[in-house]
């Protein structure tokens, strides 16, 4: 008769987060960060049909990397619980935090419960009247939520990219700025001299806001057209 | 339901294949539905909604409704908005038991957004009109009871770059209307007035003056159908949709559609 091997807890969660994180590490980066008129999301998505950002509720954006088909379920679950919870009570009563704590419960019972934990990262985001109320979750494959002031970076190069946005992100940024800053650090490579350096063309680029002065819905992609408007501006400012 | 929301998201939500707010609600949460409990059998007075007149014109449509709702002999609102935006490109009015018509179309909304927002596409106009008959088909039971509610819809088709009418009966058929349409108390007296009015190829201007001057002769014959009320200031709700999508016609544009048509008929 076999025994099975003894693993102890500390090993299984250890395992379990090295699967998901290297599932996450495969994926390129998505940026979500504030601007003066809201919160704009960009990430590098060659595919106009399969996308990474996109529309919950009025105020509310949402950002993936991973598995497309996971982080996909999560966002229709999403919309689900935005439209059901508008439904039942009133627009005013769908917020980011209520989402970003449904999405943490979930994703925390699959880390703990499920045979394979789910290999993504989300961020939830919701534009308010005046930028200090702008709310921006990330959340981890375990269920983890943290409220990022201004700016969050995930995927596979997470750490680098956010140190770079870091150096110069400012709140007051217009939206071109934040999209040139934004598409730099997407296309930096790992050189310190830039040498590996790429500069992403619009047509490469999945991007989108939401934009704090649209009356209702604050959701607004940004097509090909409109981002190779906004983008040569910030390289030259 | 509510207990839910502190804890993992239930597996309906994340439940693949539709794309539709009313086949999750029917799932997850059937209470929420409107009409899915048995009413207990009776009669209940409930405020009316009347007349809502559609037309089309070069490139769009033109829907407007009266603001009254009648409880019996009495008016029981006068501010009533029975013309909504579906969504961006298309426009529903109703007509019958205020409150399960508005209901309805809250739900018709939603249902758009939602799948909008899901499929990352809009509907088709056809396809809107067609969910919007199994929303009304859905109510039946209700309407048995005598509360029934009964939509217009109309909106601007994409792909054919016109707009179309569609009106439907309580037990969910859904008929495409060419030219005009009324529902309604006073809708006989408000299709008579277009039928005499409407001609191929009008501008928005002239289509919204024939929609204010359709309400203003049902309004005429028929009690429960109120005209602009201009000491209130009270005009009537006129939307008009076309590739620009959908908006409202300002009240001060009105005053002047409907001070042109009052003053036309004391000369005449």
Same mark, same amino acid.
């Given at each position: ?237 | ?152 819809? +109309? $909106?601007? /088709?994409?792909? #054919?770059?016109?707009?179309? &009418?569609?009106?439907?009966?309580? =037990? !969910? @058929? ?51 159908? +109120? $005209?602009? /009320?201009?000491? #209130?200031?009270?005009?009537? &709700?006129?939307?008009?949709?076309? =590739? !620009? @999508? ?23």
């Amino acid at each position: 008769m076999t025994q099975p091997f003894y693993v102890s807890p500390e090993q299984l969660m250890k395992d379990r987060a090295d699967f998901a994180r290297k599932g996450i590490a495969r994926g390129r980066s998505v940026i979500v960060v504030g601007y003066r008129g809201g919160i704009a999301f960009v990430t590098e998505n060659t595919s106009r049909a399969l996308h990474k950002i996109s529309e919950i509720y009025d105020r509310i954006g949402f950002a993936a990397v991973g598995k497309y088909n996971e982080f996909e379920n999560l966002r229709v679950a999403g919309v689900r619980y935005a439209d059901l919870r508008g439904y039942s009570y009133d627009r005013v009563d769908v917020s980011a935090r209520g989402l970003a704590n449904a999405y943490a419960q979930t994703m925390g019972a699959v880390f703990t419960t499920e045979s394979k934990p789910l290999e993504v990262e989300l961020a939830v985001a919701e534009v308010a009247t005046s930028q200090a109320g702008d709310q921006i979750y990330r959340l981890g494959y375990d269920g983890s939520v943290a409220e990022e002031p201004g700016f969050v970076v995930m995927g596979g190069a997470a750490e680098r990219l956010g140190a770079l946005v870091r150096e110069k992100w400012t709140e007051d940024l217009s939206l071109a700025e934040v999209l040139g800053l934004a598409v730099r650090v997407l296309g930096a490579g790992e050189e310190e001299d830039g040498s590996a350096d790429r500069v992403l063309a619009p047509a490469s680029l999945e991007a989108a806001v939401l934009d704090r002065d649209r009356p209702r819905r604050a959701f607004q992609r940004l097509s090909v057209p409109a981002l190779t408007d906004l983008l040569p501006a910030a390289e030259q400012g | 339901m509510t207990a839910e929301f502190g804890d993992r998201l239930p597996a309906a939500f994340s439940r693949p294949g539709s794309s539709s707010f009313v086949d999750f609600l029917a799932d997850h949460a059937p209470n929420l539905l409107p009409g899915r409990e048995p009413a207990p059998i009776g009669s209940v007075e409930a405020p009316h909604a009347t007349t809502i007149v559609a037309l089309t014109y070069d490139g769009g449509i033109v829907m407007a409704g009266d603001r009254r709702a009648t409880m019996g002999s009495t008016i029981a609102h006068r501010r009533m908005e029975k013309v909504f935006s579906a969504d961006d490109y298309s426009a529903v009015g109703i007509a019958g038991t205020a409150g399960v018509a508005v209901e309805l179309v809250r739900l018709f909304q939603l249902e758009l957004e939602h799948f909008e927002k899901i499929e990352g596409t809009l509907l088709s106009l056809e396809g809107k009109a067609n969910r919007l008959a199994t929303m009304v088909r859905a109510g039946l039971p209700m309407a048995l009871q005598g509360l029934a509610a009964v939509p217009l819809f +109309g $909106g601007y /088709d994409e792909r #054919r770059s016109e707009g179309r &009418i569609f009106s439907y009966d309580v =037990a !969910g @058929g859904r008929y495409e209307e060419a030219d005009f349409h009324a529902i309604g108390s006073g809708s006989v007296h408000a299709r008579g007035s277009m039928k005499k009015l409407w001609a191929q190829g009008l501008g928005r201007d002239e289509a919204v003056r024939i929609a204010v001057h359709a309400l203003i002769d049902a309004a005429d014959e028929d009690s429960a159908t +109120g $005209g602009p /009320d201009v000491a #209130r200031g009270i005009y009537p &709700i006129v939307a008009v949709v076309d =590739a !620009g @999508g959908y908006r409202r016609v300002g009240d001060s544009d009105l005053a002047a559609v409907v001070r042109a048509i009052t003053s036309g008929q004391e000369e005449s």
